[in-house]
């Protein structure tokens, strides 16, 4: 599994960027705590249990972070824009819970985010660098799910065809982002829950 996004940040509180989640289980998904002071990837498994990682840092500076999470069977790995910034070796080699959930991106997040994508390979450092500054065509090896929101809607662009439903006034526009000459990419801003507008 890899599972990677750009994000910005506006307000420090515990959300998700990116959960698969039905209520009763939480296959994987990245985070930010609380104070925006970490950022982590965190992995429900059949034998270890839940187990993540974090690495603490500013991500409520007004900037864009590439965030990533990769999981071999048996080494999670967590990266910040493209660098390795955490790893956890398990004793065994390990699979993920899978259970039928729905993927959710920005759940309690309020900030952009953009090019969210996930792989059924674990990608090397060298193979996150090397695209993520970069579109993608959807046809890459490995690649399950791809929204880069640049038409306007929430539509997987791999061929798996997994669209989106956009809810709690989450809204897609054009941004400056990270990594960009001179271009505006269309990104999706999302707006933390309220007890009146629960998605």
């Known amino acids: 599994l ?38 982590g990837f965190y992995l429900s498994l059949k034998e270890s249990g839940v187990k993540q990682i974090s690495r603490n840092g500013n991500f409520a500076d007004g900037k864009w972070h590439h965030l990533a999470g990769t999981f071999d069977g048996q080494i999670m790995t967590l990266y910040i824009n493209g660098v390795k910034r955490a790893s956890l070796p398990l004793e065994k080699n390990d699979e993920i819970i899978t259970k039928s959930c729905p993927l959710q991106i920005g759940m309690f997040h309020s900030g952009f985010i ?24 959807g046809n890459e090896e490995g690649l399950v799910s791809y929204w880069n929101f640049d038409d306007g809607a929430a539509k997987d662009l791999s061929p798996n065809g997994n669209g989106a ?23 999706i801003k999302t707006i933390p829950c309220s007890s009146e507008n629960v998605s």
């Open 2 to 39: 890899t599972i990677e996004l750009w994000f910005t940040n506006d307000i420090p509180k515990d959300n998700f960027l990116l959960m698969k989640n039905n209520g009763v289980s939480y296959p994987y998904g990245l985070y930010i705590t609380g104070k925006s002071s970490s950022t």
């Open 114 to 137: 953009d090019e969210v994508r996930l792989w059924r390979i674990a990608r090397t450092q060298e193979q996150i660098q090397a695209t993520m500054n970069i579109a993608l065509t």
């Open 165 to 187: 439903t956009l809810y709690n006034n989450a809204r897609i526009l054009e941004y400056p982002r990270a990594g960009q000459d001179n271009t505006l990419p269309t990104v």
